[in-house]
């Protein structure tokens, strides 16, 4: 499975930016797609998923961020509204199956940056 993240850019703060994963491969074993970010000095942290369960977010982005799907288009998106400098981060999509741990994709990113 092959992902390409799109959409990053530079923002200012309460703007909106929607990213994109689109997916190629065999992606029928996948059952959860995972939007991640790493800033600067920090840890990679979860910021929101999406498995046939529903979706979940980080506190952080609740409210602001919409996790989506379309799997006519095997793409995922990230509405992110309500920007703020904190978000700033590089942005990587992940998807794998909770079943088979040797199922694990990753995206290599796209940078976002707010600005205030």
């Known amino acids: 499975v092959q992902l390409v993240e799109s959409g990053g850019g530079l923002v200012q703060a309460g703007g909106s930016l929607r990213l994109s994963c689109a997916a190629s491969?065999?992606?029928?074993?996948?059952?959860?797609m995972v939007w991640y970010r790493q800033a600067p000095g920090k840890q990679r942290e979860l910021v929101a998923a999406?498995?046939?369960?529903?979706?979940n977010y980080a506190d952080s982005v609740k409210g602001r961020f919409t996790i989506s799907r379309d799997n006519a288009k095997n793409t995922m998106y990230l509405q992110m509204n309500s920007l703020k400098p904190e978000d700033t981060a590089v942005y990587y999509c992940?998807?794998?199956?909770?079943?088979?741990?040797?199922?694990?994709?990753w995206g290599q990113g796209t940078q976002v940056t707010v600005s205030s």
């Open positions: 992940n998807a794998r199956s909770d079943y088979d741990i040797t199922l694990d994709y």
């Open positions: 999406i498995t046939s369960g529903g979706t």
């Open positions: 491969g065999s992606t029928f074993n996948v059952n959860a």
